[in-house]
């Protein structure tokens, strides 16, 4: 199984900052990921596929990096709307499997 | 409007079973395949299952496999999950989720969940 490893676990970021958020995988997974970002009470969003493409919608402040194994999340001025906890997904391999989460909470 | 939404869920007590069905509309639900994906009180996320288009190929986790059965009926546009000998730690939001293209098994559409509470 691909362990799915993600930092910091809770990031705090003031309005208007940058705020860069990290995924590595225990194996190369090529750019075979997704970020997902779920507010509180609501169901995880699809953000980006394959590493870096955005999904439908996705203001262009998202951005994704990376492939192998460390991948990258970063969005560029935070809004208001962007504080959330943020997942990273691997299906390069089955099981699928999940980061455990990055909080980006207001400083 | 594109949307699936899930129904089912409840209290249980540990041993027992459950159902969980996902409704799907709003696209052609023939030619998705689709997945469970739960959630424990304020802890991450956890794939649970697989189904493709076709039922040709199905997944569990290590966690549900002997356990769990997921199936679909296409004529209906219905997703199920039948969920058996439960254990405290099922307990979770499951999530109904889409699978966005034929090869690659990332999500672009979630229900609202369904809350499964195994407790006696």
């Known amino acids: 199984e691909i362990v799915m490893t993600q930092s910091p676990v809770t990031l705090s970021v003031s309005p208007g900052e940058r705020a860069t958020l990290s995924c590595r995988a225990s194996?190369?997974?090529?750019?075979?990921l997704a970020w997902y970002q779920q507010k509180p009470g609501q169901s995880p969003r699809l953000l980006i596929f394959a590493a870096s493409t955005r999904a439908t919608d996705i203001p262009a402040r998202f951005s994704g990096t990376g492939s192998g194994t460390e991948f990258t999340l970063t969005i560029s001025s935070l809004q208001s709307e962007d504080f959330a906890v943020y997942y990273c997904?691997?299906?390069?391999?089955?099981?699928?499997?999940f980061g455990g989460g990055t909080k980006v909470e207001i400083k | 409007e594109v949307q699936v939404v899930e129904s089912g869920g409840g209290l249980v007590k540990p041993g027992g079973s459950l159902r969980l069905s996902c409704a799907a509309s709003g696209f052609t639900f023939n030619s998705y395949s689709m997945n469970w994906v739960r959630q424990a009180p304020g802890k991450g996320l956890e794939w649970v299952s697989s189904i493709t288009s076709s039922s040709t190929y199905i997944y569990y986790a290590d966690s549900v496999r002997g356990r769990f059965t997921i199936s679909r009926d296409n004529a209906k546009n219905s997703l199920d999950l039948q969920m058996d000998s439960l254990r405290a730690e099922d307990t979770a939001v499951y999530y109904c989720?889409?699978?966005?293209?034929?090869?690659?098994?990332?999500?672009?559409?979630w229900g609202r969940g369904t809350l499964v509470t195994v407790s006696s």
């Open positions: 997904q691997q299906y390069n391999i089955w099981p699928l499997t």
């Open positions: 989720a889409r699978v966005a293209t034929v090869r690659y098994w990332y999500f672009d559409l």
């Open positions: 194996q190369s997974i090529s750019t075979n």
